[in-house]
């Protein structure tokens, strides 16, 4: 180190730069007390990466110091996680218009596939693992009742919690309060739809009244908000029965939360993923008839992709967030996580659109149609994906498929349905400004736990976790944020291009900037199972000695996804070309042994 560097880390230091900081990035936001002065300016410039004049910065200070007070007086009453920014994300870019068959009044059509109606099995238990499609169908002609299911689903979250942890709190009250009430109403011939009765469960950043919604975290293990999220209420009235609230990584982040780590079903000694941890392992492991989750940028589609289960990512705007603790306010997204596709087109069905609050949602139609030939869908795949060689010693870990026989023998599927695969390219954009998105939110969101150190009651605190990352985001500059949404909007316009030639594009799962990608520009993903690969070796803990993590031989074999991509507001065609597939190859209805 030169001993002008030197000299420069010990000034900054004897004037409180670099120590404890006040939140804010930008220069002057010292530590408490310290005056703003050209010297503590010259000090910021370091953190912020920009070099001023001393002329300049003489003229700085006032400005500064009006911005400190503004920014003291702001922190002297934060907004509480529930109030979004007076700033609306819209994911269709601008001068372009949404095609009139997404948004022209919805008209009544052939909804659900026909499903061949099954006698009552000996067990109710026999249906742990069915669809909502034949759950439904069940229930209706009343040949198992929703507390029958009810009884069933709770007693499988009581016996298996223990090896899976996916469990926060039973609503078990609740949930037989309503099963009866479905009971009934059917028994005087009022049938409310597919949901009608099915019990389902909850990632916990949904508020249910009565009930603790802890965000996974330590800070808010004992948090009750006294009102049901917009989603709860919206399948209360389709019908469906709340049997629990499941577990999520804290704050929305990997699958370790303040009580455990949350465990796949098809290896207990692997971590489920996250941060949607519960309801892929519940789904998966066949203790709920189907879950919400929640995606901010992965968060429905790795958890879906370890355990096996059919997930959902909707078009951001597509359904209300209202009740559910906010990460991104422009980018978090609430879908279903499923056994199949045409189970998430059920709730996606029951919970779109808006409710008045969350000013981010669209009033689109969404109209399932079951009958819907994928024949006649343009269907693309990313070529280039599909090419990359399978994973080696000697390939750069970017450009490597650790399932390229199933990726491949899914492309062979769909061409055997008669689907034209179009060759398509990713489009060639900068992701990386997720990153200051992203973290300028979260950091937002959680700025008051971060700055009275709650965060230090957290689980995780390695470099990677919340709490570093909210302390680092308060040196993300305000003309940063703006402009990587700026930069977005070229995301935008090249994803909107891409949809404009195809309706749906089929892509492996990982190796490509895809999820990255179209969680910056809203766009849709189902994401289902496509096949079964060995596992993975389990990763040692930070600092952990080499012998310590046991590695079965040979491992354990566990799922691998396959990822279908739609135009904004286009759910309905993803959704067809997905089930078409799921249907032709029937590896959702394979169960995790011991469960």
């Known amino acids: 180190m030169s001993l002008d560097r030197r000299h420069f880390i010990a000034t900054c230091a004897s004037l409180g730069v670099g120590s404890t900081l006040l939140p804010g990035v930008l220069w002057g936001r010292l530590a408490a007390g310290a005056e703003i002065t050209k010297e503590t300016i010259a000090c910021a410039e370091e953190i912020a990466g920009v070099k001023f004049t001393d002329e300049q910065r003489a003229m700085m200070v006032d400005n500064l110091k009006?911005?400190?007070?503004?920014?003291?007086?702001?922190?002297?009453?934060?907004?509480?996680?529930?109030?979004?920014?007076?700033?609306?994300?819209?994911?269709?870019p601008p001068g372009v218009t949404l095609p009139t068959r997404l948004t022209a009044p919805a008209k009544p059509v052939a909804a659900r596939a026909r499903v061949p109606l099954m006698a009552r099995p000996?067990?109710?238990?026999e249906l742990a693992f069915a669809p909502v499609s034949v759950l439904s169908a069940l229930v209706q002609r009343r040949r198992v009742t929703s507390l029958?299911?009810?009884?069933?689903?709770?007693?499988?979250?009581?016996?298996?919690?223990?090896?899976v942890h996916a469990v926060i709190s039973l609503t078990e009250e609740r949930a037989r309060r309503m099963a009866r009430a479905m009971d009934e109403e059917l028994a005087r011939g009022k049938y409310r739809g597919p949901l009608h009765g099915i019990p389902w469960g909850?990632?916990?950043?949904?508020?249910a009244k009565g009930y603790r919604t802890t965000w996974g975290a330590g800070p808010f293990r004992d948090q009750v908000i006294d009102e049901d999220a917009t989603v709860v209420q919206r399948l209360d009235a389709a019908g469906a029965v709340l049997v629990a609230k499941l577990t999520m990584g804290e704050l929305a982040q990997g699958d370790v939360w303040f009580g455990e780590t949350t465990r796949n079903p098809w290896w207990p000694a692997q971590g489920s993923s996250g941060s949607s941890a519960g309801p892929g392992s519940a789904v998966s492991a066949g203790l709920v008839g189907f879950a919400i989750g929640t995606e901010t940028l992965g968060s429905i589609s790795s958890p879906s992709t370890r355990n096996g289960v059919t997930g959902l990512r909707p078009t951001f705007g597509r359904v209300p967030r209202t009740g559910a603790m906010a990460l991104s306010w422009s980018m978090d997204k609430i879908g279903p996580m499923c056994r199949a596709v045409e189970d998430c087109a059920f709730v996606l069905a029951a919970i779109h659109g808006p409710d008045g609050h969350d000013r981010t949602v669209c009033d689109v139609p969404f109209v399932w149609d079951a009958a819907r030939d994928p024949k006649s869908l343009r269907v693309g795949y990313f070529k280039a994906a599909f090419d990359a060689p399978e994973r080696n010693s000697a390939t750069p870990p970017r450009l490597v498929r650790p399932a390229k026989a199933a990726d491949d023998a899914a492309l062979a599927v769909l061409r055997r349905l008669g689907i034209a695969l179009v060759p398509v390219e990713v489009p060639d954009v900068d992701t990386s400004i997720s990153t200051l998105i992203l973290n300028a939110e979260a950091g937002a969101a959680f700025e008051d736990i971060t700055l009275d150190g709650r965060v230090g009651a957290m689980v995780q605190q390695h470099a990677f976790a919340w709490p570093n990352t909210f302390r680092a985001a308060q040196f993300i500059p305000a003309v940063?944020?703006?402009?990587?949404?700026?930069?977005?909007?070229?995301?935008?316009?090249?994803w909107w291009e891409l949809?404009?030639?195809?309706?749906?594009?089929v892509t492996p799962t990982g190796g490509t900037n895809q999820l990255t990608a179209t969680n910056l520009t809203g766009n849709p993903a189902v994401i289902l199972p496509h096949g079964f690969v060995e596992s993975a070796p389990l990763q040692r803990p930070p600092g952990a000695p080499a012998d310590s993590t046991p590695q079965p031989s040979p491992r354990p074999q566990v799922p691998v996804s396959l990822t279908f991509l739609g135009g904004l507001y286009d759910e309905a065609r993803l959704?067809?070309?997905?089930k078409a597939f799921q249907d032709a190859t029937q590896?959702?209805?394979k169960r995790p042994p011991g469960f």
């Open 66 to 92: 009006r911005q400190a007070g503004a920014s003291a007086a702001l922190h002297k009453a934060l907004p509480s996680n529930a109030v979004a920014p007076a700033l609306d994300f819209d994911p269709v």
């Open 122 to 125: 000996q067990s109710v238990e």
């Open 148 to 163: 029958e299911l009810t009884n069933m689903y709770l007693a499988r979250l009581q016996r298996f919690d223990p090896v």
């Open 202 to 207: 909850a990632k916990d950043l949904l508020a």
């Open 480 to 494: 940063d944020y703006v402009n990587a949404n700026r930069a977005r909007m070229k995301v935008m316009q090249a």
């Open 499 to 505: 949809f404009r030639t195809v309706d749906v594009v």
């Open 575 to 578: 959704l067809t070309v997905a």
């Open 587 to 589: 590896f959702h209805l």
